[in-house]
């Protein structure tokens, strides 16, 4: 069966723009970082098929709601190198150039963002696997989608994980067909979303009750039922920015197939020597960077 690796690329480019230490070429560093990283993970999962995505420029959340993500201005971060990272995405344009020399397929919708890439993908393809740790991707998950974080660390070292559906019921308490009504009611401060409950109150109520049509119905607390009707439009809102879309056109799988050898040529002439000999550390033996 072949292995779609999709890679939340907003994600991955915020990563390595923390990482690269030089002002030298600095957008050419920056895409090289990207290109090892993604191709390091694609490698980690035994992916067959990579697809990268990445938000779109006029996301749809934005006219449902001006204030959706109006915080995140307010949170931008400098480098090393002094560079603001509200500045990230003007070197998109290079690393598309890097991918499309590659024949490494993207994905740049013009109103949906990664995580709609990667749930369209997660209904689209056979198996998957998504490069990201965002809780929001926890709605799409089944026994043929996991979540691959290579960001995760253990006693201060690095540790990727995998993020099954069962990892993530037992992370938030409640099974994954609950989960856009669990991020409904508790919203999402990093994503300026309100919360109408707090998480606890929430997995308990939709565990005993199932849904908020039924708590609306069911639960004796008036204390609950004045706070849920005082914010049904806030709750409908809240549910149509916090669900992720299954329906963003995507390319056919053969599209998305690896070309080894043309990575593996070009990633020997441009990365360290370091790089291939932790490769080789791992997956001894191998005759291609990805198997």
Known sequence: MSTVFV????????????????????????????LSLAC???????????????????????KKDPLYKANRSEHSSVNSMGISSSEIYKYLPDLFCLLTELGICYCQPEIFEADDVACSAAYKYSKVIVGTKDKDSFQYLS???????????????P?????????AEKLKGISIS????????????????PSILSPTKTKNLLNKYGSIKNILKECPDQKVISSLKTNIPRLLLNKELVTLRKDVPLPELSSLKLEKKI????????????????????????PSLFG
Request: glycine share 4%; with cysteine; net charge positive.
């Open 7 to 34: 890679i939340d690329g907003n994600w991955y480019l915020h990563r390595c723009f923390f990482t690269v230490k030089t002002n030298y070429d600095f957008s050419q560093k920056l895409c090289l970082s990207f």
């Open 40 to 62: 390091k993970d694609a490698l980690a999962v035994k992916a067959s098929h990579l697809l990268i995505a990445f938000d779109g420029p006029h996301v749809f959340r934005y």
């Open 143 to 157: 026994d043929k989608v996991s979540l691959y974080d290579s960001s995760f660390k253990k006693g201060g070292k």
């Open 159 to 167: 540790f990727p994980r995998f993020i099954t559906y069962k990892d």
């Open 178 to 193: 609950k989960m856009v009504k669990y991020q409904t009611l508790v919203g999402d401060k990093i994503d300026n979303i």
């Open 263 to 286: 990575l593996d040529v070009f990633l020997k002439s441009r990365l360290p020597k370091s790089y291939f000999d932790y490769l080789d550390f791992i997956y001894p033996n191998t």
